[in-house]
């Protein structure tokens, strides 16, 4: 009965799984603060991605950890950068999986912001020639999706911009929309290796009480040519997801982030919460707040439960 009145359904078909990529061979270097999850060499992110494909997973995200940073962000658009050559490696082994990638800088730059520092604060037009070039030498090595998460006003339309003048008209935008300057991403800022070394995100990143605001950037980005909009975090801001979806006509993102993963993974660790149940729950509350594409740390253990 339960299952022939059920309202949401979540799918193997409808997460995404991040991953992150460094160089070296037979690489599996554990995340601590996200239990399960590992930077991976090239070879071992292709293995990977056979995994994942097999259990019916609908995309990857690839972020890169460099094994050089600087203040330009040098390899966040270099042609043999660190995910341009993931993106090659995983194409060529497993062409039937989409492959999405992460654009933005904070990986790769030697202070860890999203972008250019000029008079010691982000210089939001100067960064958008870096991520233009960034998503272009993504779309060059093969990627089927780009996705700005850096949050610089006018980003969709540069990269669009860009894509359109070098032939990759045909490659969508996945735009970060509505991304909020939350504490939730602290675990991923040992995964990936980009904690600011001075101040913070606030002048870039969305203050977590605005709701219209976020409305507001969402439409910005849909005008400069945005294909899916997403909401990041994803549990503390269901309400945004919902209006979202009401809104706007495209596919809607959700990001479950790394710290809604860790939190309910430590949780279950010291016997708290049951892991599995936990998981379920979140990710169908995220469902039925409006949520078409979920990004999740949980996505491979979901889709076996899923079976
Ligand atoms: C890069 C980026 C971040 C995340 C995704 N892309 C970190 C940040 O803005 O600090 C966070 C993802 C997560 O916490 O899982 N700008």
């Not at 059920?6 to 037979?26: A, I, K, Q, T, W």
């Not at 503390?236 to 809104?247: G, V």
Request: with cysteine; net charge negative; charged share 25%.
């Amino acid at each position: 009965m339960r299952r022939l009145v059920r309202e949401s359904r979540l799918e193997p078909s409808h997460l995404v799984l991040p991953l992150f990529v460094c160089s070296g061979e037979g690489v599996r270097r554990e995340i601590r603060s996200m239990p399960g999850h590992c930077q991976l060499s090239l070879d071992e992110l292709v293995r990977e991605c056979e995994t994942v494909h097999a259990l019916g997973i609908g995309a990857v995200i690839l972020f890169g950890i460099p094994d050089k940073k600087d203040d330009l962000a040098s390899e966040a658009y270099a042609e043999h950068g660190i995910v341009q050559r993931a993106v090659r490696a995983v194409k060529c082994a497993v062409p039937q999986l989409l492959v999405i990638t992460d654009v933005c800088n904070c990986e790769y730059t030697s202070h860890g912001h999203c972008g250019k520092i000029v008079d010691g604060d982000v210089d939001n037009d100067a960064t958008l020639a870096w991520l233009a070039e960034s998503a272009l030498s993504h779309a060059r090595a093969g990627a089927d999706m780009v996705a700005p998460s850096d949050m610089m006003d006018g980003r969709v339309g540069a990269i669009r911009h860009s894509l359109d003048a070098h032939g990759f008209q045909k490659t969508p935008i996945l735009s970060y929309a509505a991304k909020f300057a939350s504490v939730f991403y602290g675990p991923f800022r040992e995964a990936a290796e980009s904690t600011p070394q001075f101040g913070d995100r606030r002048s870039y990143q969305m203050d977590p009480s605005n709701g219209r605001e976020a409305m507001h950037e969402m439409e910005l980005d849909l005008e400069e040519g945005a294909d899916i909009l997403m909401v990041k975090p994803a549990m503390p801001y269901l309400d945004l997801i919902r209006q979202a979806r009401d809104r706007f006509p495209v596919p809607i993102g959700a990001y479950q982030v790394s710290g809604e993963f860790s939190m309910i993974v430590a949780a279950a660790q010291n016997g708290w919460l049951d892991l599995d149940r936990a998981m379920m729950e979140s990710l169908t509350s995220i469902r039925r707040a409006g949520g078409d594409i979920i990004l999740t740390y949980f996505a491979k253990d979901a889709a076996r439960a899923l079976g």
